[in-house]
């Protein structure tokens, strides 16, 4: 219905042009929304305000002059001026009506557009060290991570899913002290435990399969344990394939999967982290002070320099992630998004100035970044801050152990990654309206309900007497629930070029408020065919693009509750 009006608006623009009253150039965005109030009609278009400078008129005068252009349209019953020069549309019913079966005839695929097809976008998420389960904000980078993955093959576009391990550098060695400590009966209480040790139940889990011997699968690699207990480097192996296995599991557990695991150490055995510096120093974007090798990423935007290689050796960390995206862009990747916690912020700059000091045609600005603020985990009101298993810290697993995956990838992906969020155990267990994903998924299987209810009375839907009574769906209730609808595909298509998933959660509970509402005051199994099967469609819709909406999110939908 909207591309309906935009068509009609264009049109009159036309016909305006040719008349003299507006500049033959004037080329504007046509925006028609929802209207705010079902009194102003069902859309509204702001294009007399946007052209009565050009077209030297009045916003009012102008829009007069636009409805006197429209060319008659069987879909609009009224069309009015509102406030400063708003144009209102009133839609007939029966058209309005017809996205309900361009619903139920697309099914699944109602919302999906090809807007990005040939292109190809890497969604970097997670990227979890593997020292130890994944935490509640590693939880919330996957659901929002894997969300914006689904939310674009939505618009076509060709996704990799891809994580990023760091398995090189100090805290690997520290697992590894960790581990031959616990082999050897150091507890975390003891003075010898290792300064910067972990100190989670885990380390004991990791250190007693390692010397009984077992073989740990981790994506691209199996790993026998030496049992060893003086083996350091069998040891580090051993256990970051552990704890590779056991984040593997959590994700599985929370329906998370990757197309890429990509090994920090692989940037080094390649040779392409010195390579890379190789190639800093030859673009003279590189010196030397006080032993230490720095990159001038003040010349690219940054506050201040910063330090490469350290004068007591070793790389600092935002060297091989210039490298790791180099390899991105040499992977033919133009469009790369990195899903990680607003504790990178600082990283962005550095990264963007380290790759224009490539010197390697990659655009300003690459890649794109979502960042996400902290979690808060509370029960009864009291924050929850540490797992016994993890030692220190609230994991994925206890969230999905409590509440289920449902309801925390809902929770976790429902408000903006920018804001911080607060993780409600309790709210998350109840079954009543307050918990936004159970009443998401009750407006699902109400639907189901009404239609095996009709089924068992003898009345099965009849989609012919649905379409040709679409006219009957005249209560306010149902325009507005069918006004909702319709612009679920623009909601698709506005949250992918946002990257904000969490659209796609307030849309759900707007569906679900109102459907909620409509089912409380329009009774569907009525006496009237014509009336029952019209509100039937309706139904049915709302259930399609919930599941297809849901399905976004990652989340099922329950045919009963």
Same mark, same amino acid.
């Given at each position: 219905?909207?591309?309906?009006?935009?068509?009609? #608006?264009?049109?009159?623009?036309?016909?305006?042009?040719?008349?003299?009253?507006?500049?033959?150039?004037?080329?504007? &965005?046509?925006?028609?929304?929802?209207?705010?109030? *079902?009194?102003?009609?069902?859309?509204?278009? %702001?294009?007399?305000?946007m052209?009565?400078?050009?077209?030297?008129?009045?916003?009012?005068?102008l829009?007069?002059?636009?409805?006197a252009?429209?060319?008659?349209?069987?879909?609009?019953?009224?069309?009015?001026?509102?406030?400063?020069?708003f144009?209102?549309?009133?839609v007939?019913?029966?058209?309005?009506?017809?996205? #309900?079966?361009?619903?139920?005839?697309?099914?699944?695929?109602?919302?999906?557009?090809?807007?990005?097809?040939?292109?190809?976008?890497?969604?970097e998420?997670?990227?979890?060290?593997?020292?130890?389960?994944?935490?509640?904000?590693?939880?919330?980078?996957? =659901?929002? @991570?894997?969300?914006?993955?689904?939310?674009?093959?939505a618009?076509?576009?060709?996704?990799?899913?891809?994580?990023?391990?760091?398995?090189?550098?100090a805290?690997?060695?520290?697992?590894?002290?960790?581990?031959?400590?616990?082999?050897?009966?150091?507890?975390? %209480?003891?003075?010898?435990?290792?300064?910067?040790?972990?100190r989670?139940?885990?380390? $004991?889990?990791?250190?007693?399969?390692?010397?009984?011997?077992?073989?740990?699968?981790?994506?691209?690699?199996?790993?026998?344990?030496?049992?060893?207990?003086?083996?350091?480097?069998?040891?580090?192996?051993?256990?970051?394939?552990?704890?590779?296995?056991?984040?593997?599991?959590?994700?599985k557990?929370?329906?998370? @999967?990757?197309?890429?695991f990509?090994?920090?150490?692989?940037?080094?055995?390649?040779?392409?982290?010195?390579?890379?510096?190789? *190639?800093?120093?030859?673009?003279?974007?590189?010196?030397?002070?006080?032993?230490?090798?720095? #990159?001038?990423?003040?010349?690219?935007?940054d506050?201040?320099?910063?330090?490469?290689?350290?004068?007591?050796? @070793?790389?600092?960390?935002?060297?091989?992630?210039?490298?790791?995206?180099?390899?991105?862009?040499? *992977?033919?990747?133009?469009?790369?998004? %990195?899903?990680?916690?607003?504790?990178?912020?600082?990283?962005?700059?550095?990264?963007r100035?380290?790759?224009? =000091?490539?010197?390697? &045609?990659?655009?300003?600005?690459?890649?794109?970044?979502?960042?996400?603020?902290?979690?808060?985990?509370?029960?009864?009101? $009291?924050?929850?801050?540490?797992?016994?298993?993890?030692?220190?810290?609230?994991?994925?697993?206890?969230?999905?152990d409590?509440?289920?995956?449902?309801?925390?990838?809902?929770?976790?992906?429902?408000?903006?990654?920018?804001?911080?969020?607060?993780?409600?155990?309790?709210?998350?267990?109840?079954?009543?309206?307050? %918990?936004?994903?159970?009443?998401?998924?009750?407006?699902h299987?109400?639907?189901?309900?009404?239609?095996?209810?009709?089924?068992?009375?003898?009345?099965?839907?009849?989609?012919?007497?649905?379409?040709?009574?679409?006219?009957?769906?005249e209560?306010?209730?149902?325009?507005?629930?069918?006004?909702?609808?319709?612009?679920?595909?623009?909601?698709?298509?506005? =949250?992918?070029?946002?990257?904000?998933?969490? $659209?796609?959660a307030?849309?759900?509970?707007?569906?679900?408020?109102?459907?909620?509402?409509?089912?409380?005051?329009?009774?569907?199994?009525?006496?009237?065919?014509?009336?029952?099967n019209?509100?039937?469609?309706?139904?049915?819709?709302? *259930?399609?693009?919930?599941?297809?909406?849901?399905?976004?999110?990652?989340?099922?939908?329950?045919r009963?509750?």
């Amino acid at each position: 219905m909207k591309e309906t009006i935009t068509l009609l #608006l264009n049109t009159a623009l036309e016909a305006l042009k040719a008349e003299g009253a507006l500049p033959v150039d004037t080329r504007p &965005d046509i925006r028609v929304d929802v209207a705010r109030d *079902r009194a102003h009609g069902d859309y509204a278009s %702001n294009l007399a305000m946007m052209l009565a400078k050009p077209a030297g008129m009045k916003p009012r005068d102008l829009a007069e002059r636009l409805i006197a252009a429209l060319p008659a349209s069987e879909a609009i019953s009224k069309v009015e001026i509102a406030g400063p020069g708003f144009i209102n549309f009133f839609v007939n019913t029966s058209a309005a009506g017809e996205v #309900l079966f361009d619903i139920l005839d697309a099914g699944d695929a109602f919302g999906r557009n090809r807007d990005g097809a040939g292109q190809k976008v890497q969604v970097e998420f997670v990227s979890a060290n593997p020292t130890g389960p994944l935490h509640v904000g590693h939880g919330r980078g996957a =659901a929002v @991570g894997d969300s914006l993955c689904r939310l674009l093959e939505a618009n076509g576009f060709e996704v990799t899913r891809e994580f990023y391990y760091n398995d090189a550098g100090a805290q690997i060695d520290n697992l590894a002290l960790s581990v031959a400590a616990r082999i050897k009966g150091i507890e975390p %209480n003891d003075p010898a435990w290792p300064a910067d040790g972990y100190r989670g139940e885990y380390i $004991q889990d990791v250190a007693r399969a390692y010397m009984q011997g077992e073989t740990v699968t981790a994506d691209d690699r199996q790993v026998t344990a030496a049992a060893d207990s003086d083996d350091m480097d069998a040891i580090r192996a051993f256990a970051v394939a552990w704890l590779r296995h056991e984040q593997d599991l959590d994700l599985k557990a929370f329906g998370v @999967g990757f197309d890429v695991f990509f090994l920090e150490s692989a940037l080094y055995e390649s040779g392409r982290v010195e390579a890379t510096v190789e *190639r800093l120093i030859q673009g003279g974007h590189t010196y030397e002070s006080d032993g230490a090798l720095w #990159l001038r990423t003040t010349d690219f935007g940054d506050d201040k320099d910063r330090v490469m290689r350290k004068r007591e050796g @070793g790389y600092t960390y935002f060297l091989p992630d210039v490298a790791y995206h180099l390899d991105k862009w040499q *992977r033919g990747f133009t469009t790369v998004i %990195n899903e990680q916690g607003a504790d990178h912020h600082s990283t962005v700059t550095r990264v963007r100035a380290g790759l224009q =000091a490539l010197n390697a &045609d990659i655009p300003q600005g690459w890649p794109d970044y979502v960042l996400h603020q902290m979690v808060l985990v509370t029960r009864s009101g $009291q924050e929850v801050k540490l797992s016994k298993r993890a030692g220190s810290y609230v994991t994925l697993r206890d969230l999905i152990d409590e509440v289920g995956r449902d309801a925390t990838r809902y929770f976790l992906v429902s408000r903006a990654a920018t804001s911080q969020m607060t993780f409600d155990i309790d709210l998350a267990r109840s079954q009543s309206s307050d %918990n936004p994903v159970y009443y998401a998924q009750y407006a699902h299987a109400r639907v189901c309900s009404v239609e095996a209810k009709a089924i068992d009375q003898g009345q099965p839907f009849d989609a012919t007497l649905a379409r040709a009574s679409l006219h009957l769906l005249e209560d306010a209730r149902e325009r507005d629930l069918i006004n909702r609808l319709g612009s679920w595909p623009e909601t698709v298509r506005r =949250a992918a070029e946002q990257r904000e998933p969490q $659209q796609i959660a307030v849309y759900l509970q707007d569906l679900a408020s109102e459907f909620h509402t409509c089912y409380n005051a329009v009774k569907v199994m009525v006496e009237d065919d014509s009336l029952r099967n019209a509100r039937l469609a309706l139904g049915m819709a709302v *259930r399609q693009v919930m599941r297809n909406g849901l399905d976004l999110l990652g989340v099922s939908a329950p045919r009963e509750m």
